[in-house]
């Protein structure tokens, strides 16, 4: 059959010949290449010859490429345009590609060799790029088991199989308990507060399960609008209890045994593997590198933090105080939050969206994007895109040199899955001295333009272009040899900082001046909704932080702890002394965070909550550097370029941290910029 997926990409700078590939052709592709990658590794896993950093390491790194290309492709598509036929053959492929990374992973003689190299290491003469290739491919063995003796390995593997059985288990209830619930309204009196758009999808919603009235469920986007907006107290308190005993009800769905297991197994699993807990195994491989770091990171920020944040609550409680509230509860929150922000904000979204049509802004970023790092982009029609709405750019340097394809798909569709992401069909590298470029992309779903406007974007979705272009720039910009080591291959708790740190030119008048202007009249954003911007964006941001930072905290007394996990009886017991320090709210007993924190008992966030601040943080620190120079400043953006974005993970994130900024992060610049640091 002549399969496109598995020819050379004959097309402009090999770009994925998209309007070729058919939906057959992707299990045979696969079956193909896997069976390809296979023989490549066999190959030099059988030599003979003493293994080298050549022969083994950079082979391994180079093996698949065709097999990695057609699972771009193909995951890039089942995310981004998608159907039935589609989501099936995903479900085909999935068991053969992690099979197959089994089979890399448990390859005892492909580990002997990578072993030997790394054992010779010092005697070799290589590169910190190449020692970071060694150490991941080791490491990638030994955090498997690799080292452990037969016995050991086996009940590594047990644990393995067990705990993702639990954490699907985990997720099937939650699943179960939420679906089990719907809040069936008949009285329109009941649903003051509600804007139109929520109260149209509660009916909808009655419609489709052929009801009167209107129906609610425990969904975000049910469930949010529902908390923030119901006037009736009574009904907020009913659904915030309901939703808050999710899984932990003692019926069949309840998550407590479930959260014990699961701890307990991830500390049995690190222990066998020589690390002191669960937490230590994982911060191994990030820039915050071990759980003591993440704690006193916490316990610094909460101390600051933790002032604003009971100022804020008193605020919000005399607030509330006028409606008779004397104490405030936790189903009190975004409702009074909201009506609070209102009254000293007033910023109205609607008024916002003129200024920011989607070509404009995406204008502005071309524009900051060639002021910072002298690129250009321009929008070709030559190359296969896989939806007739996909915009294709070729993005040049100052002297003309082609960088890199940028995809960006705008709109929502049927097909594409909710949110906004980066991606890539191409990773970069290096060979043989010819740089071969990344082809990056970024998905998002916006406001559409309608017959008669431009799609106008919420300013939530301005920043969030910008979050994702500052990721596309990462993969864009990347200059290394490795596709490994390439673009945002970078430790979970750095990778955030390219797109963080590009959202910050969305609160400058410096920079909204190059394109927040009125669609119709052009008159450029007036200054005091700018002003308006970025002090509601800091609304709260005490209690805002002080909640993060006791997820972050609960996280790692799990995960982190000094108890011994096959000690802990009591879930709640133990939720509510790791909550000790940072609760606002009275607690409600009937109500438990942990057995429905899918983040990190389903999800891979387990022992990576701080992330999120851990980013804010470095983001705004580095945000810093351009505000000591002038935002444009293109020495502090060369300096960015040159020891972050080109970097990707060739070195270790501080050390390519300290290189652009000459110091270390510290959350004085995150305070401040949150207004909780005078
Ligand atoms: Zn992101």
């Not at 190959?43 to 082979?59: H, K, L, M, R």
């Amino acid at each position: 059959m002549n399969n496109p997926l598995l020819q050379k990409f004959n097309t402009k700078h090999t770009t994925a010949p998209f309007s070729q590939i058919k939906n057959e052709h992707f299990k045979p592709a696969f079956k193909e290449a896997i069976k390809k990658a296979k023989a490549e590794i066999g190959a030099f896993t059988n030599n003979t010859s003493v293994p080298t950093f050549e022969n083994t390491i950079e082979t391994l790194e180079f093996s698949g490429k065709t097999l990695k290309r057609i699972s771009s492709v193909f995951f890039n598509l089942n995310s981004a345009e998608t159907n039935d036929e589609i989501q099936k053959i995903a479900q085909e492929v999935s068991p053969w590609l992690s099979d197959f990374a089994n089979d890399i992973r448990l390859n005892e003689e492909l580990y002997k060799r990578v072993k030997t190299v790394y054992e010779n290491r010092k005697n070799i003469d290589l590169t910190a790029e190449q020692q970071m290739l060694l150490n991941n491919q080791y490491k990638m063995f030994v955090r498997n088991g690799a080292n452990l003796n037969d016995d050991d390995k086996e009940t590594l593997r047990g644990i393995d199989k067990k705990l993702s059985k639990l954490s699907l288990q985990f997720g099937e209830n939650i699943l179960a308990e939420t679906n089990a619930f719907e809040l069936h309204i008949t009285d329109e009196n009941q649903l003051k507060g509600l804007p139109d758009g929520a109260k149209e999808a509660a009916q909808l919603l009655a419609k489709e399960k052929e009801k009167q009235g209107w129906i609610f469920t425990l969904d975000y986007p049910s469930y949010i609008p529902f908390m923030t907006y119901i006037d009736d107290r009574s009904l907020r308190e009913k659904l915030a209890k309901i939703f808050g005993a999710r899984a932990f009800q003692n019926n069949d769905n309840d998550n407590q045994q479930v959260v014990l297991d699961i701890v307990k197994l991830r500390h049995q699993r690190a222990n066998l593997l020589d690390y002191k807990t669960h937490s230590h195994f994982v911060l191994e491989e990030r820039m915050a590198e071990t759980p003591e770091k993440v704690i006193s990171f916490s316990n610094e920020l909460l101390a600051k933090a933790k002032p604003a944040a009971e100022r804020e609550f008193k605020q919000l409680s005399s607030f509330a105080q006028k409606d008779g509230i004397q104490q405030l509860q936790k189903w009190d929150g975004a409702y009074y939050s909201e009506k609070l922000k209102k009254e000293l904000f007033d910023l109205d979204q609607e008024a916002l969206k003129p200024y920011f049509k989607l070509e404009n802004v995406i204008e502005g970023i071309f524009t900051i994007a060639n002021k910072l790092f002298c690129l250009q982009f321009k929008e070709i029609h030559d190359i296969d895109k896989y939806h007739e709405e996909v915009k294709t750019y070729e993005v040049t340097n100052s002297n003309g040199d082609f960088i890199a394809v940028f995809y960006a798909d705008f709109f929502p569709r049927k097909g594409k899955r909710n949110g906004a992401w980066m991606t890539s069909y191409k990773d970069q590298w290096k060979v043989d001295d010819k740089n071969s470029r990344p082809h990056i992309s970024i998905v998002c779903n916006f406001t559409k333009p309608t017959e008669t406007k431009p799609s106008l974007l919420t300013f939530n979705e301005v920043t969030t272009l910008f979050h994702e272009f500052g990721h596309a720039l990462h993969g864009m910009l990347a200059n290394t040899t490795y596709p490994s080591l390439s673009g945002t291959n970078v430790y979970w708790d750095f990778v955030e900082l390219p797109s963080q740190l590009l959202e910050n030119w969305c609160y400058e008048k410096e920079a909204l001046d190059l394109f927040a202007k009125h669609y119709e009249t052009d008159e450029p954003i007036p200054m005091e909704m700018v002003q308006k911007i970025k002090d509601s964006s800091n609304f709260l941001e005490g209690m805002q932080t002080l909640r993060q930072l006791s997820f972050g905290l609960l996280d790692m007394s799990w995960h982190g702890g000094e108890h011994s996990p096959s000690k802990i009886k009591d879930v709640k017991g133990f939720e509510s002394e790791a909550f000790a320090d940072t609760q606002l709210y009275p607690d409600v007993v009937e109500n438990c965070m942990s057995t429905a924190f899918s983040h990190i008992f389903q999800g891979g966030y387990s022992s990576g909550y701080y992330s999120y601040k851990w980013a804010e943080v470095l983001d705004a620190d580095a945000f810093e550097a351009f505000k000591e120079t002038g935002i444009f400043n293109i020495e502090t953006a060369k300096r960015f370029a040159e020891n972050v974005l080109s970097q990707g993970g060739t070195e270790k994130p501080m050390i390519l941290y300290k290189q652009f900024r000459g110091k270390e992060p510290n959350s004085d610049a995150l305070l401040k910029r949150a207004g909780l640091l005078k």
